[in-house]
């Protein structure tokens, strides 16, 4: 593999990880949200999670973009008082890539919470425990399967994301450049299906790994509970 291709590589990983950790706490709270509480425009926040996974991955893209472009308001007023700056630079990437994954993550952790029978969570609301406290020992253990699931499905679509982060971040080298962009770019110049076909083979790799390490270690986490 040539130097940039190992970059790409360890960008996209870099993008993945980084949109799905910073992306998992709003998930778990999104999905027990929705799961857990009734209240006025439930439906439209449930709408408006899931849109990215109905839009043309260019719209939500270009969307991000008119949003926090370096010369949109948002985006201006992030880069000038907080130094924050998005377009164009890999920290975009993994946001644009969270957006995208974020659905499939909510969706996976709501459909587990929704699993967990609610009796248990009265019953140790009965013993003084608050509902912080319920969550944190009784509901999050029961679900860390669904958790983890949704973890996965949202690196996997990062790994994966190409409409979105090219038409945000572009496809700049070092720096925004992931697997996808690099693939398409190597298809369109003369002599570069061999390593199209190398990085191809490799996100398979990548993508098969993390289907089977979340697989065992929900297989693990079932088995403690159900020892427990």
């Known amino acids: 593999m040539t130097p940039e291709e190992w970059t790409a590589v360890q960008l996209s990983l870099q993008v993945a990880t980084t949109a799905t950790l910073a992306s998992l706490p709003f998930g778990i709270a999104i999905a027990w949200l929705l799961a857990r509480r009734d209240f006025w425009g439930k439906s439209l926040v449930d709408t408006f999670v899931h849109l990215p996974l109905v839009l043309p991955p260019v719209v939500t893209g270009y969307l991000l973009l008119i949003a926090l472009g370096r010369r949109a308001p948002i985006g201006e007023f992030l880069a000038d008082n907080l130094g924050i700056v998005f377009s164009f630079r890999w920290t975009g990437a993994a946001l644009a890539c969270a957006v995208m994954g974020f659905p499939l993550m909510v969706r996976a952790i709501r459909l587990s919470i929704e699993a967990v029978d609610t009796r248990l969570e009265a019953a140790a609301g009965t013993l003084g425990a608050s509902p912080l406290w319920v969550f944190a020992t009784v509901t999050l253990p029961l ?3 669904g958790v ?27 720096e925004t450049q992931t697997l996808p962009s690099l693939i398409y770019t190597l298809t369109q110049v003369p002599g570069g299906d061999a390593g199209a076909l190398r990085l191809t083979l490799i996100s398979i790799a990548i993508s098969l790994l993390a ?16 020892a427990s």
Do not use: Q, W
């Open 211 to 226: 289907l089977l390490g979340s697989e065992l270690l929900a297989r693990r986490v079932g088995s403690r509970r159900t």
């Open 148 to 174: 983890i699931a949704g973890a996965v499905l949202c690196f996997a679509k990062a790994m994966g994301e190409f409409g979105a982060t090219i038409t945000f971040v572009s496809n700049i080298p070092g």
């Open 143 to 145: 679900c860390l399967p």
